[in-house]
């Protein structure tokens, strides 16, 4: 399938939850795909890279390690991404990528996730998290920014002052991610 046949195909896809498990699927299949997927996805002025996100996103859920090949370009761009229903799917493959890292368990990504990797991510974390984004990309940034900062304490102190600046301003499920995020931010600091 060509670059212009997956944009058709993904050009196609409604949110509902099967139809962007059938996409994540097919690429799964067929992983020569998934260099297209990121080309569309950082189309990001074009609406259709939301649903490349969207794609993404479920097939990181079942195979994270599909990035991996793709790590330099992901986290190169992600800055570039702005339209809030890609910002949220990507935030959440930031998030396993941050968990997976984390993991006690060793794994992959621990060998292959660099330190200009970690920065791209944090930046574009911190970004989201400032931005004038909805709930759940910032949420899921927080978290990111929680686990990376167990390795660089600037992290928790910039994520704690953000968190604490924006409270008052925020909706529910914000302050209370936020306060949850705070709490372990003290603990981590005992």
């Known amino acids: 399938m060509s670059l212009e046949e997956l944009y058709k195909e993904l050009s196609n896809i409604t949110a509902l939850r099967e139809n962007r498990l059938k996409y994540a699927n097919m690429v799964l299949e067929d992983m020569s795909l998934f260099?297209?997927?990121?080309?569309i996805l950082f189309m990001v002025d074009d609406k259709v890279s939301c649903k490349a996100a969207w794609v993404l996103e479920f097939i990181c859920?079942?195979?994270?390690?599909?990035?991996?090949?793709?790590?330099?370009?992901?986290?190169?761009?992600?800055?570039?991404?702005?339209?809030?229903s890609a910002v949220r799917p990507v935030a959440k493959v930031c998030g396993f990528i941050a968990t997976d890292y984390y993991s006690k368990k060793p794994n992959t990504l621990q060998n292959t996730l660099s330190p200009i990797h970690k920065e791209f991510i944090v930046e574009a974390c911190f970004d989201w998290l400032i931005?004038?984004?909805?709930?759940?990309?910032?949420v899921y940034s927080m978290e990111t920014l929680y686990l990376f900062g167990k390795d660089s304490n600037w992290i928790h102190t910039e994520l704690a002052l953000i968190l604490e600046q924006d409270f008052s301003k925020q909706s529910a499920?914000?302050?209370?991610?936020?306060?949850?995020?705070?709490?372990?931010?003290?603990?981590?600091k005992l």
């Open 173 to 188: 499920g914000f302050k209370a991610r936020a306060k949850q995020t705070l709490k372990k931010i003290k603990k981590n």
């Open 61 to 84: 859920a079942e195979y994270l390690y599909a990035i991996v090949p793709y790590l330099n370009t992901f986290t190169s761009n992600l800055k570039k991404i702005h339209f809030d």
């Open 35 to 39: 260099p297209k997927l990121m080309d």
């Open 131 to 138: 931005s004038d984004h909805k709930v759940a990309p910032k």
